[in-house]
T-cell receptor, first 110, second 116 residues
Framework: QKEVEQNSGPLSVPEGAIASLNCTYS??????FFWYRQYSGKSPELIMS????GDKEDGRFTAQLNKASQYVSLLIRDSQPSDSATYLC??????????FGTGTRLQVFP | GEEVAQTPKHLVRGEGQKAKLYCAPI?????VFWYQQVLKNEFKFLIS????????ETGMPKERFSAKCLPNSPCSLEIQATKLEDSAVYFC??????????????FGQGTRLTVV
């Protein structure tokens, strides 16, 4: 089992819809969780971080963490074509490594 | 500096040649990470440093890859005798802390290595 798993996609959603991106992790002791966005040919940039169970909202983005089920998700409301990118989930696991999932490619079509 | 600086941006090597990549972390950041991103966006952890000490090297291919972070010098990732499958973008990231909170990593622009 990989330490951090994501569906590679592509996930296609129409403009204005909610995009839901999911990530599961194997280390139950993980404490910090991050979502990075990577545009094609660019470096990843941090868009959300979450540390405790529940929801964290920032503009159109909501991160959700469920430690009991070991998953973290990212919701993007009112999706725009400019949101089309690869979204990387990163987890700070118990052995002090920052592990990335393979990324989910999101396509928002007009 | 205020950003992670990676050089060169592009590197082309013939199979069997040596490749050396450099990374200058953000000033004041103690932790440096190297990742390899091959096609289809798979992001693979290679190695991390805490200052000049190796923090975690479990992702490093032992035989041909080596890395250093020396005081007052950019960190480096060296690949001896490159192979075609080493073609990838190599990202460096730095972070100020590696405890539960604030593990945010900032990325450089990457070095695209092409082995021909």
């Amino acid at each position: 089992q990989k330490e951090v798993e994501q569906n590679s996609g592509p996930l296609s959603v129409p403009e204005g819809a909610i995009a839901s991106l999911n990530c599961t992790y194997s280390d139950r002791g993980s404490q910090s969780f991050f979502w990075y966005r990577q545009y094609s040919g660019k470096s990843p940039e941090l868009i959300m971080s979450i540390y405790s169970n529940g929801d964290k909202e920032d503009g159109r983005f909501t991160a959700q963490l469920n430690k009991a089920s070991q998953y973290v998700s990212l919701l993007i409301r009112d999706s725009q074509p400019s949101d089309s990118a690869t979204y990387l989930c990163a987890v700070h696991i118990n052995t002090d490594k920052l592990i990335f999932g393979t990324g989910t490619r999101l396509q928002v079509f007009p | 500096g205020e950003e992670v600086a990676q050089t060169p941006k592009h590197l082309v090597r013939g199979e069997g040649q040596k490749a050396k990549l450099y990374c200058a972390p953000i000033k004041g950041h103690s932790y440096v990470f190297w990742y390899q991103q091959v096609l289809k966006n798979e992001f693979k952890f290679l190695i991390s440093f805490q200052n000049e000490n190796v923090f975690d090297e479990t992702g490093m291919p032992k035989e041909r890859f080596s890395a250093k972070c020396l005081p007052n010098s950019p960190c480096s990732l060296e690949i001896q005798a490159t192979k075609l499958e080493d073609s990838a973008v190599y990202f460096c990231a730095s972070s100020s802390l590696m405890t539960g909170w604030n593990t945010e990593a900032f990325f450089g622009q990457g070095t695209r290595l092409t082995v021909v």
